[in-house]
């Protein structure tokens, strides 16, 4: 089994509903003179909102930095109004999507199965997908997190090759922790981990397990990213408030290799 060293962290921005098209190419701007040096320790994404893909992308041109979506719809194209395809995304720079995240669950009603036709969109259209999973607080106090973790996981991996499922990131967000200050203990985010890594080598093998990258999201900070991203199955961040903050995000990134 290949050790941690195996797998190169991915640290994600999800900027959300932030940022007008000039504050975000700045913020992409100053991050790229801040992280230009972690060209081979760290995968460095930002996920800007739609407006603003195109404009952090001629930022990022030629560097080590990677452009992400934060969802899409699940057709190539057509009349759907207000949506914007995979194909549109590959087209302005996009690398990942952020697909299933729990506000777009929560507040927007995505089922597992609307999160897996956007996934095999994804791909078709020569992109990866950021597939979010985690529990919300009932779910956990239920005792239920593993066996929610894993519905999520067979639903919005189903179908999926294993090379293709080799080259998707999941992200583990539990919902208590997603804006709230409150983070998982690294010890509860490795328990996790570990569960999800064991569920894909199931589901696909354990070389896709060995090789698939989790990471965690949930009130990652400068003072806490270390620590969780220290646990041997963490391989990365998803980070959405301290993001904005190019000192905050820069101090993130800089801790998964620390
Ligand atoms: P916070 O880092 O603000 O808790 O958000 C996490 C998140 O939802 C990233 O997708």
Same mark, same amino acid.
């Given at each position: ?13 999800? +900027? ?29 994404? @930002? ?32 009349? $759907?109004?207000?949506?914007?395809? &995979?194909?549109?995304?590959? %087209? ?44 919300? @607080? ?14 999520? @996981? ?6 999926? %090759? ?13 919902? +208590? ?21 064991? +569920? ?28 969780? @991203? ?18 905050? $995000?820069? &101090?993130?990134?800089? &801790?998964? $290799?620390?």
């Amino acid at each position: 089994m290949p050790t941690r060293k195996d797998r190169r962290p991915v640290v994600a921005g999800n +900027w959300k509903m932030h940022k007008t098209a000039a504050e975000a190419q700045a913020l992409a701007r100053e991050l790229r003179n801040a992280l230009g040096v972690v060209r081979d320790q760290v995968e460095v994404v @930002l996920a800007p909102p739609f407006t603003a893909l195109y404009p952090v992308g001629k930022a990022l041109e030629d560097s080590n930095l990677y452009l992400a979506a934060q969802n899409c719809h699940a057709e190539a194209q057509g009349a $759907f109004t207000g949506e914007v395809s &995979a194909p549109m995304l590959k %087209d302005v720079g996009c690398r990942y999507v952020i697909l299933g995240h729990s506000e777009r669950r929560q507040l927007f009603g995505e089922t597992d199965e609307g999160v897996n036709r956007k996934v095999k969109a994804v791909f078709a259209a020569g992109l990866l997908p950021i597939v979010c999973v985690g529990e919300t @607080l009932q779910e956990r106090e239920g005792g239920r997190t593993l066996e929610v973790v894993s519905r999520q @996981l067979a639903g919005g991996l189903a179908g999926l %090759d294993a090379a293709a499922a080799a080259r998707a990131v999941i992200a583990y967000e539990p919902v +208590w922790a997603i804006g709230t200050g409150k983070t998982a203990t690294s010890a509860q985010a490795q328990e996790v981990h570990a569960h999800i890594r064991g +569920w894909v080598a199931q589901a696909f093998g354990k070389e896709v397990a060995a090789a698939v990258r989790i990471q965690y999201g949930g009130s990652v900070k400068p003072d806490n990213a270390a620590e969780l @991203l220290g646990q041997p199955d963490v391989d990365g961040a998803l980070v959405g408030g301290a993001s904005l903050k190019a000192a905050d $995000f820069a &101090a993130i990134v800089k &801790a998964a $290799f620390a």
